[in-house]
């Protein structure tokens, strides 16, 4: 029966996930943060093909206003450039700078040094076990189907009549 080993899974994730997640980011020539909120945006830009910024923001599901301000903190990180389309003035073209490459390369949801300092607390057999069943789970994770969203939907609410 698998129901003890998922419950394991379940239990010791949200604290390896909590003690070990990246807070944020680094910009990899000055050393700024940069949440992983932003960092997120890269991952729907890049670097020869441009994107127009309404066009982000439908793609992230959120306004023009929320993706200009976004956008704002991303060219200042210079992440980021934004140009005006030829064909329109009205509309701007958004590409990853090498930076943002770069930084978009080195994402990952957990810190590394925290990752590492939690391995060297494991003695070596047991630190060799953990990462050969993260290593093991990770591909048969890899090789499930493609979940679909699931939609939450909202039950309508009984409408009250005046009396």
Known sequence: MFEPAVHAVLTAYPTLHAACRRRHLREPR???PLSLHLAGILEHLDPVTP???GDLARRLGVTPGTISLQ???LLRHRLVTRTRDP???RRASLR???AGVRLRAARSLLDPDRVRA???RLPRLD???AVRGLRLLARAAGE?????SVAITRTPRARRTRA
């Open 30 to 32: 000055s050393g700024r």
């Open 96 to 98: 990853l700078t090498r």
């Open 71 to 73: 956008l704002a903190r």
């Open 87 to 89: 064909a329109d003035a």
């Open 118 to 120: 939690a391995l060297a």
């Open 127 to 129: 630190r060799e076990a």
């Open 144 to 148: 499930l189907p493609r979940a679909e």
């Open 51 to 53: 994107i127009a910024a």
